[in-house]
């Protein structure tokens, strides 16, 4: 039995059995990335600003605001109301929505005669006729004070005092300058219709605080701002030209007449 054992151990220690060791599998380290848009400073941010733009009663409105002021400095220079510049702008060029005006910068209907730069032709009188074509409007009015105070035939509009506009608009068409036989009324019409003649009254410092302006806010009516500045609705809607009583926020509205012995 001694001898059997011996043999038993011996056995066991020649048949030693493989051990596979398995390896623990590595860690990942997790890395959180903040995916939000860094935070801008407001010194750093841009500031856009949005100015309310003016709004108006009707394209004439538009117009006389914009060229009022080339209209008085013609005045000042030459001699011409402003307010029988801006009445015949008004009426020739459609408040500058007419093609003449838009394609070509020509609010007088002026056309080429001796003119030796560019051109654009359009029905008139006659099919096709060529009219002078500007690179600014403001060579239209220029232009226009210079066709006046050029021709021997106007001459006599010089005579009369500069803020006499009915006479002007009578002696615009004596003197040949329309074929149309109600130009002088129509002017006339416009001139009384949008108070022109403000204009000339500012050229000539015989005013004094009466084109007084209202910018119109949220909650106004012609109602509200007529009690306010002591005028009737009827008086506000003659002097901005206002067909009805709409008005709308940023609308600048003039809102004092014209003394009565003007």
């Given at each position: 039995?001694?001898?059997?054992?011996?043999?038993?151990?011996?056995?066991?220690?020649?048949?030693?059995?493989?051990?596979?060791?398995?390896?623990?599998?590595?860690?990942?380290?997790?890395?959180?990335?903040?995916?939000?848009?860094?935070?801008?400073?407001?010194?750093?941010?841009?500031?856009?600003?949005?100015?309310?733009?003016?709004?108006?009663?009707?394209?004439?409105?538009?117009?006389?605001a914009i060229y009022s002021d080339i209209a008085q400095e013609e005045m000042r220079q030459y001699g011409v109301p402003a307010s029988i510049t801006l009445a015949q702008g008004i009426l020739?060029?459609?408040?500058?929505?007419?093609?003449?005006?838009?394609?070509?910068?020509?609010?007088?209907?002026?056309?080429?005669?001796?003119?030796?730069?560019?051109?654009?032709?359009?029905?008139?009188d006659a099919s096709q006729e060529c009219f002078r074509k500007y690179n600014n409007s403001k060579y239209s009015f220029r232009d226009h004070s210079l066709f006046l105070t050029g021709r021997s035939r106007y001459s006599k509009l010089f005579d009369l005092e500069v803020d006499d506009y009915k006479g002007w608009?009578?002696?615009?068409?004596?003197?040949?300058y329309a074929t149309d036989r109600k130009y002088p009324q129509k002017l006339i019409s416009l001139i009384e219709r949008?108070?022109?003649?403000?204009?000339?009254?500012?050229?000539l410092g015989k005013t004094s605080g009466n084109n007084d302006k209202h910018t119109v806010e949220k909650g106004d009516t012609l109602y509200s701002i007529s009690r306010k500045f002591k005028v009737s609705v009827k008086e506000l809607q003659t002097l901005n030209g206002l067909e009805s009583t709409e008005i709308h926020i940023g609308q600048v509205l003039y809102v004092k007449p014209m003394p009565k012995d003007y």
């Open positions: 039995m001694i001898i059997g054992c011996l043999a038993f151990v011996l056995w066991s220690c020649g048949s030693s059995k493989k051990v596979t060791t398995k390896k623990a599998p590595k860690k990942t380290r997790t890395v959180q990335v903040d995916r939000t848009p860094p935070k801008t400073s407001e010194k750093s941010a841009p500031k856009t600003t949005q100015d309310t733009p003016e709004v108006y009663a009707n394209a004439t409105e538009e117009y006389i020739e060029s459609g408040s500058g929505k007419g093609r003449l005006s838009v394609e070509a910068n020509n609010h007088f209907g002026i056309k080429c005669h001796d003119w030796s730069g560019a051109k654009i032709y359009h029905d008139d608009a009578k002696g615009l068409k004596a003197a040949g949008y108070q022109l003649h403000r204009f000339d009254a500012d050229v």
